[in-house]
């Protein structure tokens, strides 16, 4: 975690000739230069893209109207509407390294967060056959696990049944304090609990997509629960969700740009790492507009951009990671649809989810001041993937109108695919994951694919950028 110095710059290392270099401004990379920054560290960010934040950041659509009635939209939007993230993201109370990073930054977690307690409603469509059907979980105000335990004897929609059998699994898991001998799927862990199909669908399995967005037949059980571990195992507030109500530039990328160049960093956006050449003592770093000479080097790119960047660099990979590690990882698609509805449109709550159809998660965004407009989040591959955008985003609408009572008709959408949104994190993969050690002296490796025991989240990024921080400094000051 980044120290709190009061006495910015009173003395550099000497032992560094070079500035650090980190490759990649998303929140990995971000959380290292910041770490890097506050102990009087030089840096330099080289960021491909014309902006930072990765794959969490914020995007401006200079035209986001999609459908024909432009005159509706023009009297119910205002300029706001047209600053999206390019996904919806939501952190856990259990994402602390990210909040200190928050904190380390200045930034007023009350304003740009909103902290609502764990409640979940997930609803599904009326069918012909099927009567509409609605699951409802609160957590009381109880220390943990008595909220959870609570929270899951009470879930109106499920049978006595159900609600059994998911509180003995919890406790349970409990008492193995969440660890497995042997990693199997979240389905197999699921079956060996004897959770039914309903609860399966309507509790499980929205759970492991939105935390994993890995589907429950390949998802890693132990990643599953390292999270569930970290969610209801400690604080009852861990469970807690984090909305944002700024979008992610503003909220982070901005402040911490500031913090970074305060601190003497600089930061080259556009600037894309072509390889990395070892020197005896250093590396050359080629970008499209130049070189840059480092002894220590944080590479926090996409794995399969740290691959293709190593590939081209005469660091050949065998000798790069200890045995089994690997950068080679399957990817799985995230979509976003933003709806814009009329402004008075408002959700039941800020977050609901949908069952039993390709809506998952339904935020609304006016938590956001962007009154009407609802993100709907579909993680996973599908059908979606291939639809026409129009259609999809009559198909999304259509569901929440069987859903909800009185929608109107949207007035415009955007929808925003993510193709590679977050590595697979099946079975066994900690096996895979590579530390942020490699075997060559001074190369380092950041981003959410390290070992950091949690699934592609932002607090996995913060946690493997902080980490990859701290082995700098470990080697710079034993270097003195
Ligand atoms: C749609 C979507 C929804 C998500 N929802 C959530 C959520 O709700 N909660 C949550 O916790 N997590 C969520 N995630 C996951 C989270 O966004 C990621 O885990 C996190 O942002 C990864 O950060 P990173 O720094 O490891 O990688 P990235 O964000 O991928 O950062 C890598 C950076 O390297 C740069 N780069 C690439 N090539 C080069 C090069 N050659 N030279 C220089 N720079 C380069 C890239 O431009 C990028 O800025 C979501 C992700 C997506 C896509």
Not at 350 to 356: D, E, K, P, R, S
Not at 436 to 453: E, H, P, S, V
Request: glycine fraction near 4%.
């Amino acid at each position: 975690m980044p120290k709190h110095s009061n006495n910015k710059h009173a003395h550099k290392h000497p032992a560094h000739k070079h500035p650090v270099i980190i490759i990649g401004g998303g929140w990995s990379g971000l959380a290292c230069a910041i770490t890097l920054a506050d102990n009087n560290i030089p840096i330099v960010l080289l960021e491909s893209a014309p902006q930072l934040g990765g794959r969490a950041r914020g995007v401006h659509f200079k035209q986001f109207l999609n459908t024909a009635d432009k005159k509706a939209y023009s009297t119910q939007a205002n300029r706001s509407h047209q600053q999206l993230d390019n996904g919806q993201h939501i952190m856990l109370g259990a994402y602390h390294t990210t909040l200190s990073l928050f904190h380390c930054l200045g930034i007023d977690t009350k304003k740009v967060l909103q902290r609502q307690t764990l409640q979940l409603s997930l609803f599904s469509p009326k069918t012909d056959n099927n009567k509409k059907q609605a699951i409802h979980l609160t957590t009381p105000k109880l220390p943990a696990p008595l909220h959870l335990i609570i929270a899951l004897a009470t879930t109106q929609g499920l049978s006595v049944k159900e609600r059994f059998s998911a509180i003995s699994m919890s406790i349970k898991l409990a008492i193995k304090q969440f660890t497995l001998k042997k990693d199997i799927s979240v389905k197999a862990l699921l079956n060996h609990y004897q959770q039914s199909a309903f609860l399966i669908q309507v509790l499980w399995e929205p759970l492991c997509l939105a935390t994993m967005n890995t589907p429950i037949h390949s998802a890693s059980a132990q990643v599953f629960l390292n999270v569930l571990k970290d969610s209801f195992g400690h604080k009852r507030s861990d469970c807690d969700y984090l909305f944002f109500k700024q979008n992610l530039s503003e909220c982070f990328c901005q402040p911490a740009e500031t913090f970074i160049e305060q601190h003497g960093g600089s930061i080259h956006l556009s600037s894309k790492v072509i390889d990395i050449i070892p020197k005896a003592h250093s590396f050359i770093i080629n970008t499209a507009y130049g070189q840059f000479e480092s002894s220590n080097i944080v590479l926090a790119t996409p794995a399969a951009i740290s691959q293709k960047i190593l590939s081209k660099s005469p660091i050949a990979s065998p000798y790069l990671l200890p045995r089994k590690a690997s950068l080679e990882f399957q990817y799985e698609p995230i979509c976003t649809v933003y709806l814009q509805y009329p402004s008075s449109t408002q959700l039941p709550q800020t977050m609901i989810g949908l069952f039993a159809t390709l809506s998952q998660w339904i935020i609304d965004r006016s938590l956001c001041q962007q009154d009407g407009l609802l993100a709907i989040v579909i993680s996973g591959s599908g059908k979606h993937l291939t639809m026409a955008q129009q259609d999809l985003a009559q198909q999304i609408h259509n569901e929440l109108s069987a859903c909800l009572d009185k929608l109107p008709q949207f007035i415009d959408y955007q929808i925003i695919i993510e193709k590679k949104a977050t590595f697979s994190a099946k079975v066994d993969i900690e096996k895979q994951r590579p530390s942020n050690k490699t075997q060559i002296n001074g190369l380092f490796l950041a981003g959410d694919y390290t070992q950091t025991r949690y699934p592609s989240t932002l607090e996995g990024a913060v946690k493997s950028g902080i980490c990859a921080a701290q082995l700098v400094l470990e080697k710079i000051n034993t270097q003195q």
